[in-house]
């Protein structure tokens, strides 16, 4: 009946179109089609329940509903998508199409496509039956089908295809609406196949809730069956399934549409191994040209752990070709330590100053000194503070260097041996000079000193603000207030501390009198976003404060290695989603009577990171603060941690401040 009905819809002329659609005729077969299509695949549709879990997982709020799965194979076996199990359920049930209830259990997750199997005890089930992946086409009809509140018939929404190999080569995109409820469900052709399993997905993030915000909005996706099938065997092994990982970033950073040529390689990596090169450019992946970063990832995006890429790349006037045997984990990028300081403040001088060396360092050991300058990383000029420590970040721990540098207006070569940042913070560390800016002429009656306490005053067209001050930010529905140093310098770069408050108190008042002083000594902006309800942080309020920190950038002169995030309590939760989404812009994280909330990432070379806690001993926070340091600290992050007898679960003493402010001194050490 359903091919039926497709191959006279396939039969009506553009001549007679018109005339079907006057008399309804054209909608009832397009229904009768949509119908057809859906009862196909209804057997092999299930409901998915779970019970029990997180609430909240990162900026997303988990439901509490039942959403949607597939069955992939006669004996028990069902596909769904994996963002229906980031809470952590305790336990799931299944419900088939024709009512039968199961417990089930996770098999094995799918990591790269977001996809998770479950096994239930059943026998008899109807598999979904795949179209072909060659046979997707732009424009062709898409049925988004899921089983949630009614078990009679799956709920449907209809749709195109609007785009094939979308995410890095990896899914269908569709304009039917998907969301929560048919996650895990089918995304059917109009003959009754199953083009794919639906699951959230974005371009630009692979964590477990991305492209949860595009619900709904025209934008969906959908993971092809046949890849499902195609993996199915591996993943009812027990075993998780990884993105397969070459262990290289490119010369334009975070840019696609740039060439693909190599900036950095990650040491004993499969990139490594194959023999991939700092500035190699790749011209072709398993037969396919390459131009751009963006083609590479495409060929890269559908591989596991364990494939192989083959690899043509053209190094200098050669053409070299290569084969990666792919991994699931790369080694921890661990930061290289010379131990010195930079001097910030700008200079005709050539190399980078040197403001501090820390005791027992590798630079001390050969005999740097407060005072001298660096000209040359082995055979590299060290022009600023920042090329300087990219060329001690593309060593390694352990590896002997030479710098070139000026003592006593002398020119020496000091043989260094790298080594790794310590977790522990400097005992003394005076804070740099800061100049303060030549002074401007002001009306007799604006010369009085104003208070840290009380707001600054600064009429637009004026210097940028000092002291105290609050403001709305403009675009967003929320308020921010800030302190910033008096003898505010714009020649000099400051360090930004974005203070998160805990639910039920801003703080504001208690930041200020306990780090107005620090400010001024360590040239720190402080900066205090407020949440839109004072008891908590939504989710969504993160682009409130991203876009705060851009502002706070465009008035200030800001040293982007020293943006860092501070918070207390259960403000921890929004500080470690803002550090873990925005590793580029955030450098350092320092929480007190709290861990870190959430999956810890590789340390990104590029975009390195630094965290410092303080909690009491008597604080019940105790115990996963440790453990966040553990594993932090076993990824190669430089962790630190400081416990204090007697202090609760408050919010610490001028002792601890004073130690977090040293730690955010050093977050430009090299």
């Known amino acids: 009946m359903l091919q039926r009905t497709i191959i006279l819809l396939a039969a009506i002329s553009v001549g007679s179109l018109s005339a079907f659609a006057a008399d309804g005729k054209l909608e009832a077969l397009e229904e009768q089609a949509f119908k057809q299509a859906a009862a196909l695949v209804d057997p092999s549709l299930v409901r998915i329940e779970t019970v029990g879990g997180l609430e909240q997982v990162g900026e997303v709020l988990l439901g509490t509903g039942p959403t949607s799965g597939l069955v992939v194979s006669e004996d028990g076996y069902i596909i769904s998508s994996s963002f229906n199990f980031v809470s952590k359920p305790a336990s799931i049930l299944v419900t088939l199409a024709d009512g039968r209830r199961f417990p089930a259990r996770q098999v094995a997750n799918d990591k790269l496509r977001l996809l998770t199997l479950l096994k239930i005890d059943a026998a008899g089930l109807s598999p979904a039956k795949a179209a072909p992946r060659g046979e997707l086409r732009v424009g062709q009809w898409t049925i988004a089908l899921g089983r949630t509140f009614d078990l009679t ?5 209809v749709g195109i295809v609007s785009a094939v190999n979308r995410i890095w080569g990896k899914a269908i995109q569709t304009d039917a609406k998907t969301s929560p409820v048919n996650y895990g469900g089918a995304l059917v052709d109009i003959e009754g196949r199953v083009l794919g399993v639906i699951v959230p997905l974005s371009p630009q993030g692979n964590g477990e809730t991305a492209g949860v915000e595009w619900y709904d909005g025209g934008i969906g996706f959908a993971i092809p069956l046949e890849d499902v099938y195609a993996s199915l065997e591996r993943l009812k092994t027990g075993n998780d399934l990884l993105p397969g990982l070459l262990g290289i970033t490119f010369a ?197 000193k104003e208070d840290a306490d009380k707001p600054a005053d600064a009429s637009p067209g004026e210097a940028p603000k000092t002291g105290r001050f609050a403001d709305d930010l403009a675009g967003h529905d929320h308020s921010y207030w800030a302190f910033v140093p008096s003898g505010y310098n714009p020649a000099v770069a400051y360090g930004l501390m974005v203070w998160i408050h805990p639910g039920g108190d801003t703080m504001e008042a208690t930041m200020i009198k306990e ?72 450098r350092g994280l320092a929480l007190a009577g709290a861990p870190l909330v959430g999956p810890v990432a590789d340390q990104e070379p590029d975009f390195r990171q630094q965290f410092f806690f303080v909690v009491g001993e008597d604080d019940k926070a105790l115990a996963p603060v440790k453990k966040t340091v553990e594993a932090l600290r076993k990824l190669k992050f430089p962790a630190a941690l400081t416990t204090v007898k007697g202090l609760g679960a408050k919010y610490p003493s001028a002792a601890e401040i004073d130690q977090i402010a040293r730690w955010a001194d050093c977050l430009d050490r090299i």
């Open 153 to 157: 018939t799956p709920s449907v929404s």
């Open 515 to 586: 780090w107005a002083a620090e400010c001024e000594r360590r040239g720190i902006i402080l900066v205090g976003p407020k949440s839109d309800q004072v008891a908590r942080w939504m989710p969504g309020e993160a682009k409130f404060i991203e876009g705060l920190v851009t502002h706070i950038r465009e008035k200030y002169t800001i040293d982007p290695q020293r943006i860092f995030l501070h918070s207390h309590g259960n403000g921890a939760q929004m500080a470690s989603l803002l550090i873990s989404r925005q590793r580029e812009l955030f």
């Open 252 to 448: 334009g950073g975070q840019a696609t549409n740039v060439p693909a040529i190599v900036d950095r390689v990650r040491y004993n990596s499969p990139a490594q191994q194959a023999g991939l090169k700092t500035n190699d450019r790749v011209i072709e992946a398993d037969g396919e040209k390459i131009v751009r970063v963006a083609q590479l990832k495409h060929v890269m995006g559908r591989k596991y752990d364990g494939d192989s890429v083959k690899l043509t790349v053209q190094r200098e006037d050669k053409t070299v070709n290569l084969e990666a045997r792919l991994v699931g984990e790369l080694i921890p990028y661990e930061v290289p330590y010379l131990g010195m300081l930079p001097k910030r403040a700008a200079t005709a001088e050539p190399g980078v100053g040197v403001r501090f060396v820390f005791a027992e360092s590798p630079a001390a050991k050969a005999g740097l000194l407060r005072g001298d300058r660096v000209l040359l990383f082995n055979d590299s000029p060290a022009t600023d503070p920042r090329t300087l420590s990219d060329l001690v970040g593309r060593s390694r721990p352990g590896d002997s260097v030479k710098l070139t540098c000026v003592h006593d207006g002398k020119q020496i070569v000091l043989d260094v041996t790298l080594g790794t940042v310590p977790d522990t913070i400097v005992d003394e560390l005076s804070g740099e000079v800061i100049e303060k800016p030549a002074a401007v002429e002001k009306p007799a009656d604006a010369e009085k």
